[in-house]
């Protein structure tokens, strides 16, 4: 790896380890959706299981709905059919965003 690269690599590194667990969740749907966009099931699947270790059963009605959400677009993406789960993932990526007051 040359200089430059690693430099951006660790830089990379550095800005995810100071993200807010809101950002996280955030970045997450920004991979789930990329993968969507990228027919790249294995990334899209990546998120969203990252997605569902994230989700507090404390709280189940919310987390169960999200958990049935996520399953259903893993279950799209591996029948290939992207634009149905992009759809739901960009959905539930702006109505996260808007509760947070995220950019």
């Not at 955030?26 to 991979?31: F, I, K, P, V």
Request: glycine share 4%; with cysteine.
């Amino acid at each position: 790896m040359q200089p430059q690269a690693h430099a951006a690599a660790a830089y990379g590194r550095e800005q995810l380890l100071n993200l807010s667990p809101v950002q996280v969740i955030q970045r997450l749907y920004d991979y789930a959706i990329l993968g969507c966009k990228k027919n790249d099931p294995r990334l899209a699947h990546r998120a969203l299981n990252e997605l569902i270790i994230a989700l507090n059963f404390d709280h189940r009605e919310i987390a169960f709905g999200l958990f049935k959400l996520y399953d259903y677009c893993k279950g799209k993406i591996l029948k290939r059919d992207y634009p149905a789960a992009l759809a739901i993932l960009e959905e539930l990526r702006e109505t996260w965003v808007r509760a947070y007051n995220l950019q």
